[in-house]
């Protein structure tokens, strides 16, 4: 248990569906992270949020659409996806944005595209 | 480019020594880190170093050489639990972490 939360566990979804998943810390975090995690390949950065604020957005497709009402609580929202965005997502939250601090992971949504 | 590179997969034995290493071109640097994921598990804090040397906790050791871009994972006694995946990330000058693809490691009774 790392204080992170992530829901669903696992998802299914077509490529015509609109879901969204949920990540939630309990730390009292400043900074979260979204993450794919694709077989074999390094993570790889999707958004980062401080305070609230986006900080970044790495070239991310815009059927990919974050929120961040509050410090806690971070959502992904998925619409019209591809087959090779099948992977698994990772939340993550740090006391502070920077490199220095240590990311504290949820266990991830595995999410299947059909 | 930044880049890190570590083995994909390595084999080891119950009660013996690995060591996992990791090299990472980045621009700058400001840290390393490891990390341990079990197979369907989020991954978890090992180690953070960003001054050379060697850095101890418990059956895990951490190494950094800032002036070669090199790092080592030691894991002593191995037990079956420490089957798992091994990621190195390195903190660029923007302090953005920069990920490999890890290092799976299994362990043989």
């Known amino acids: 248990e790392t204080g992170v939360t992530q829901t669903p566990r696992h998802l299914v979804m077509g490529m015509t569906n609109k879901k969204s998943l949920k990540c939630e810390q309990h730390?009292?975090?400043?900074?979260m992270y979204w993450y794919k995690q694709s077989a074999k390949k390094p993570l790889e950065l999707m958004f980062v949020y401080n305070f609230k604020e986006q900080t970044e957005n790495n070239s991310v497709p815009s059927r990919f659409s974050p929120e961040c009402p509050n410090s806690s609580h971070l959502f992904l929202h998925l619409h019209t996806l591809q087959p090779e965005d099948s992977a698994l997502y990772l939340c993550?939250?740090?006391?502070?944005?920077?490199?220095?601090?240590?990311?504290?992971f949820g266990p991830g949504t595995r999410l299947t595209v059909l | 480019g930044q880049n890190i590179d570590q083995p994909t997969e390595m084999t080891a034995t119950e009660g013996a020594i690995v060591q996992i290493n990791c090299t990472y071109q980045?621009?700058?640097?400001?840290?390393l880190f490891w990390y341990q994921q079990h197979a369907g598990e989020a991954p978890t804090f090992l180690s953070y170093n960003v001054l050379d040397g060697l850095e101890e906790k418990g059956r895990f050791s951490s190494f950094l050489s800032r002036s070669k871009g090199y790092s080592y994972l030691l894991l002593k006694e191995l037990q079956m639990k420490d089957s798992a995946s091994y990621l190195c990330a390195a903190a660029d000058s923007n302090y953005q972490l920069i990920w490999g693809a890890g290092t799976k490691l299994i362990i043989k009774p």
């Open positions: 980045t621009s700058g640097f400001n840290g």
């Open positions: 730390l009292g975090h400043n900074a």
């Open positions: 993550a939250s740090s006391q502070d944005v920077g490199g220095y601090n240590e990311q504290f």
